[in-house]
Each structure stands twice: as structure tokens, then as C-alpha cells.
């Protein structure tokens, strides 16, 4: 039972381009998720599915930078026409879930989302799962690809045409993005996170205080008003277990780790909208990562021993465990995924807290 997840119905939107990348590959990515089954997995949570088919926009020029830009009017229609898209998904009340791509999708994608929040006064957050920061600008970026610069753009650092997509100037505020996995930023990007003040949890976070604590701060905040986003880039993984993307960092999370990030995503019941980017089939081995991926995202929509959490959830939200069996977390053996970490995790969201803005930026402290 999903009860807890409040559109029943999820739209794939794929959206076949890598126009934002360096490395070609990436328009692969939405056919290699339906072979991996997302759809049946999706259908496996009790959801409805309807598959819109790709997009279709502009190939791949393979042209050299231009004006501080590669592929930029390549990349403006792309944007264009996926921000249609998901506008019309969100308006139907369905839960749009973007196969691309390469990440510069994620203008497109958030700027619809932050539109349909703006019409009717939600509270957005944007959770963006990547080993990146993908905070670039045309002045300071190595290379001038646009899958480097999404962030940037939403928040009002980009063309014109691309930060005005949404119809929002900007599309969102810095202080609706928690940035998860983050180990790879370039010099002048890092000076420009610290400046606007986004918040990053990046791998030296996970490492000191666990993926747990990790995203327990990083969905601090969230009510039943807030629709919750995920860009969930695939190089937020540790490449030893998802090679298949262009741009692979070392020493990201492991696969229990990306599951117990999934899940309590999954716990807060308010996730609204998903892209899933930067999965590059031509560099995968036989579709693991895309296998992997869709595993993830049965994960984010609910599936994990969703019943016995809740049960200690409500148990924990009446006060703290007092006996030493419900402060233990517990390992048990899955069928499905192996091992489960469960305990009273779930009960985290009942605790107050604030908005914890500021504790966590150790990328940018270390400057
Ligand atoms: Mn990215």
C-alpha cells in the first residue's frame, strides 16, 4: 500500500538528448529505463502508469562553444518543450517522472514544477542528488556545457531564455535546494555556492554523519503543503556500481546508502515530481546501472518494509523509544534487496526542527 504517496498516477516523459553533455550517450538514457522495466516497477507499487513516449527536439550538432555556451538554442528547445510537458502532467494531477537526458532537462523540468507550485501557493523543495553542484555559469564554467549550469539557471544565473523558462524570474530560490552527494565542484563554482548560500550535504557529510542524519536534514521542513522534487542525477552513485554515466566521480554513496536515501525520501509522502538524468547507456555494462536506477526508484516510491516503519513511526512520535529494542536499529534480512536497516528511523520527521540551513557546507568551508 503507497497510501502515503498522494498522486496515484506517474507519466514517463523521456526526453532523448545529451545536447547539454560532453560525452554523447545520454539521449540512450529513457529507452535503457523501459528495458530496465520502469514502468513495470512502478506498475509493481500499485501505481497507474502512462508512458508519454519521448520528446522530440533537436540532435546533437556537436558544435564548439559558442558565446560562453555549448549547444545553447539545442538546449532552449529541449527545455522548452519538457516544460510543457510536465506543466500538463502536473495540471492532471499526476506525478511526471522525466527519463533523460542529460541534466541541463532539469531547467525544463523544475521551472514547470515551480510554476504549477507558484499557481497555487505550495511550498517547493528541490532535492538534487548529483556528484556535482552543477552551479556553473557561462563566466566561470571549464566548458560550457549546459548540464553543468541547471542549478545555476534556476536560481537566475543563466541565458535569458533559459532562466525565464518557467515564467518565474527566478524559478526557484536557493533556499528551496538541498544539494545530496556532492564531491566534485570546479574553483569558481564553489566560491559561487558559498556566495548565494546553497546547502550541500556532500560526501564528507555523509561520511561524518551518515546518509541517515544526511537526509533527515535535508527533509527537515517538509509538510503536507511542500511538493517535493528529485533530480536525480545517476553520478550521485559510486561508479563501482553505476558506470554507466559520462561524467563518474569516485567515492560517491553505495547501494545501501542510495537506498536508505531513497527511502526516507519516500517516508516524507510528498514527492511530486522526478527527473532521472545523466544515465549514459553507451557506457553502462549490460543496462546495470539502468537496472540499478529503476531499483532506486522503486525505493523513492515506496517500496522497503514500508509497513513495519510506519508502525514504528507512529510508535516514536509519541515520545522516544524507552525500551532498548526500539532504540537499536535492526538489521534484517530482505528478499528483495538484501540487507534492511530498519529501526526508529522513521520516527525522525516528528521531532521538531528547523530549517538547519548552514551546518553542512564543508565543501565550501574548507575554501
Ligand atoms: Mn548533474
Not at 514547470?112 to 548529483?130: I, M, P, T
Request: hydrophobic content about 40%.
Amino acid at each position: 500500500m503507497i497510501a502515503r504517496v498522494p498522486v496515484r498516477t506517474a507519466s514517463l516523459i523521456g526526453v532523448p538528448t545529451d545536447v547539454g553533455a560532453s560525452a554523447r550517450g545520454a539521449s540512450m538514457g529513457p529507452e535503457a529505463l523501459r528495458v530496465a522495466g520502469i514502468r513495470e516497477a512502478i506498475l509493481h507499487r500499485g501505481m497507474q502508469v502512462i508512458d508519454r513516449g519521448n520528446l522530440s527536439g533537436p540532435g546533437n550538432p556537436c558544435g564548439l562553444r559558442n558565446g560562453g555556451y555549448r549547444h545553447l538554442q539545442e538546449v532552449i528547445e529541449w527545455n522548452r518543450s519538457l516544460h510543457d510537458a510536465v506543466l500538463a502532467e502536473l495540471a492532471s494531477n499526476r506525478l511526471p517522472i522525466v527519463l533523460g537526458g542529460d541534466h541541463s532537462i532539469g531547467i525544463g523540468s523544475i521551472s514547470a514544477v515551480a510554476r504549477h507550485c507558484r499557481e497555487r501557493g505550495r511550498k517547493l523543495r528541490v532535492l538534487w542528488l548529483d556528484a556535482h553542484a552543477d552551479f556553473n555559469t557561462a563566466a566561470i564554467s571549464p566548458s560550457g556545457n549546459l548540464h553543468g549550469m541547471p542549478v545555476a539557471c534556476l536560481c537566475g544565473f543563466g541565458p535569458p531564455e533559459l532562466v525565464a523558462i518557467g515564467g518565474g524570474m527566478p524559478a526557484i530560490r536557493p533556499e528551496w535546494l538541498r544539494l545530496v552527494g556532492v564531491r566534485s565542484v570546479d574553483a569558481e563554482e564553489a566560491r559561487f555556492v558559498h556566495e548565494q548560500g546553497l546547502e550541500v550535504f556532500d560526501m564528507r557529510c555523509i561520511d561524518e554523519i551518515g546518509m541517515r542524519e544526511t537526509m533527515s536534514q535535508a527533509l527537515a521542513g517538509i509538510d503536507g503543503q511542500t511538493h517535493l522534487h528529485v533530480s536525480f542525477d545517476v553520478d550521485f552513485l559510486d561508479p563501482q556500481i553505476a558506470p554507466g554515466v559520462g561524467t563518474t566521480v569516485m567515492g560517491g554513496p553505495s547501494w545501501r546508502e542510495a537506498q536508505l536515501c531513497m527511502e526516507m525520501i519516500a517516508d516524507t509522502g510528498q514527492l511530486g515530481s522526478l527527473d532521472i538524468v545523466e544515465l549514459n547507456p553507451a557506457l553502462d555494462v549490460r543496462n546495470q546501472t539502468a537496472a540499478f536506477a529503476v531499483e532506486l526508484i522503486e525505493s523513492l516510491l515506496g517500496k522497503a518494509t514500508l509497513v513495519r516503519r510506519r508502525a514504528m513511526g507512529r510508535r516514536h512520535a509519541r515520545g522516544p523509544a524507552k525500551s532498548p529494542e526500539l532504540s537499536r536499529v535492526q538489521r534484517i534480512d530482505h528478499p528483495d534487496a538484501g540487507l534492511f536497516e530498519v529501526g526508529p528511523v522513521a520516527g525522525r520527521h516528528s521531532q521538531p526542527m528547523d530549517e538547519g540551513r548552514g551546518s553542512h557546507h564543508a565543501v565550501l568551508d574548507r575554501l
